[in-house]
């Protein structure tokens, strides 16, 4: 190890930074943030530097460095770029046994700043000893999507149940598993999602010794995306990495499911058009039964579970039951497909508005407006349109939308599987036919269609036949 890592307390004292440009003032915005009173020494010193000492009681000292500037200070930061004079403000703090740094001049440094990772009071400190800044910056930017931004507030939760937790459990072990049911648990998502009372209501429960809630697990209701896995979101992700058990359906993708933890059980729950591998109300009671049995149950669906997607009827059984859940919204097929495609669902010339249509027309609660429909400043994205396709395309002709109006079908969209058919209302049921069309797809209906020829980015790697 070459460097000793430490945390300094500089509350109130005085750190001299020297230098007013923009290194100094991302350095200074960091001291700042710790509570120290800046002493800047600089020809031009920058706004944002000037209300940073106003602010903090520090002091602006507007000409060239002199060596006294050291003068009770507990630290030093050269951020200029005159290398002579880093060299010598390097020097004179040495002299004085003052810990120094030169900004990327770790030769004339006798400590080195670490990046980043404030959930304060957790803060995660990252170094590569000054080889490989980059580096250190790749990792606190993966811890940073790890961890989430309200992760601080953790700390503060067990700070404030501190004393009675440890009256309560005499001996190291139990605390210990205690802290990590609570930091793993219910009490933690209420924490991150603002619920104090809530949590605080939970712990409380579990130190007068009622079990029941503690030992409840939670269902995660999340929307896994139309397929792509980097379109998930950081809360989808965090979630997907702690659950005990997954419930998915067909529509997430493989790489999705490959982000789920490793040891998490996987249970299949359908479905393919026609085929449930389970009914919905056997869905419904098991996310129940699995959160009765302690379980952080990952209730995983394709797009965003309240598109389509019978989210809503799944936890409302849960709510009947007290048992905690969340809802984490995903990237719905509409929005996915059309930005892989590169058709724009409105825009200024085209289309005014936009309506997501179940293309489910077999089924008896569909009961489409078809005269709203046609109207042709609106983009139409049908879901589950495949099969009736040819019925869509004449109801809307029959209603009084263009028989050219443009049409795109769009097969496994997001994926490395994309395949994009553009047609018109007349024709796409003919293309479709001589094209051999797997599901999921999704067609969408409008002028904005026109614009993939133009805007289309996206190239799947691989082919299709
Ligand atoms: N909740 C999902 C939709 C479920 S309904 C969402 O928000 O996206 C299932 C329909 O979604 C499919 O029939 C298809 O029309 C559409 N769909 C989902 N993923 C898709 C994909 N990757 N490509 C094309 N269509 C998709």
């Known amino acids: 190890m070459d460097y000793f890592p430490v945390f300094l307390d500089l509350k109130n004292r005085l750190c001299l930074l020297v230098g007013g440009g923009e290194v100094a003032t991302r350095k200074g915005r960091v001291l700042a943030k710790a509570g120290a009173r800046l002493r800047i020494v600089a020809p031009e010193i920058s ?10 009681n520090g002091e602006l000292h507007e000409r060239e460095y002199h060596t006294g500037d050291l003068q009770g200070c507990v630290l030093a930061i050269a951020a200029t770029d005159i290398e002579a004079l880093n060299e010598k ?3 004179d703090a040495q002299a004085l046994n003052l810990p120094v740094n030169v900004v990327d001049t770790p030769a004339l440094c006798t400590y080195i700043t670490p990046a980043i990772i404030d959930r304060s009071p957790l803060v995660i400190a990252v170094s590569s000893g000054g080889e490989a800044p980059v580096l250190a910056r790749l990792v606190r930017a993966k811890l940073e999507t790890l961890i989430p931004a309200s992760y601080g507030k953790l700390a503060q939760l067990a700070s404030s149940w501190r004393d009675r937790v440890k009256a309560r459990f005499d001996d190291g072990d139990s605390r210990r598993k205690f802290w990590e049911k609570i930091l793993q648990g219910p009490a933690a998502e209420l924490t991150f999602n603002g619920q104090q009372a ?3 209501e939970l712990i409380a429960r579990e130190l007068a010794g009622d079990q029941t809630q503690l030992t409840q697990g939670e269902v995660y209701l999340v929307g896994g995306g139309p397929g792509d896995p980097e379109l998930l979101t950081l809360r989808a992700l965090r979630l997907m990495q702690q659950a005990d058990v997954v419930l998915y359906d067909r529509l997430v993708s493989d790489g999705v499911m490959e982000l789920v933890r490793r040891d998490a059980e996987r249970i299949y729950v359908g479905k393919r058009r026609n085929e449930h591998a389970m ?5 419904n009671q098991l996310l129940v039964d699995l959160a009765k049995e302690g379980k952080r149950v990952l209730r995983l669906k394709g797009g965003d579970p309240f598109i389509f997607g019978r989210g809503g009827e799944e936890i409302e059984l849960l709510a009947q039951h007290n048992i905690p859940f969340q809802v984490v919204p995903g990237i719905t097929a ?12 409105t825009h200024r010339d085209y289309a005014q508005s936009v309506r997501f249509v179940t293309g489910h027309l077999k089924s008896d609660d569909t009961n489409l407006q078809w005269p709203e429909l046609a109207n042709p400043t609106q983009t139409l994205v049908f879901y589950m349109g ?3 396709l040819k019925e869509i395309c004449e109801s809307l002709i029959a209603h009084g939308r263009a028989a050219n109006t443009p049409v795109a079908l769009i097969e496994k969209g997001t994926t490395q599987q994309q395949r994009v058919l553009v047609s018109d209302l007349t024709s796409i049921a003919d293309v479709v036919a001589a ?3 797997h599901a999921p797809t999704l067609f969408i209906v409008g002028e904005v269609v026109q614009l993939h020829e133009s805007l289309r980015w996206f190239t799947p790697q691989i082919k299709n036949a």
């Open 334 to 345: 509409a929005s996915g497909c059309a930005a892989y495609a590169g058709i724009p669902l």
């Open 47 to 56: 706004a944002e530097l000037r209300s940073l000492v106003a602010q903090n």
């Open 279 to 283: 009914q919905q109300e056997n869905i």
């Open 89 to 91: 403000i390097s020097a």
């Open 386 to 388: 495949l099969v009736g």
């Open 435 to 437: 094209n051999d069309v």
């Open 198 to 200: 809530a949590a605080d």
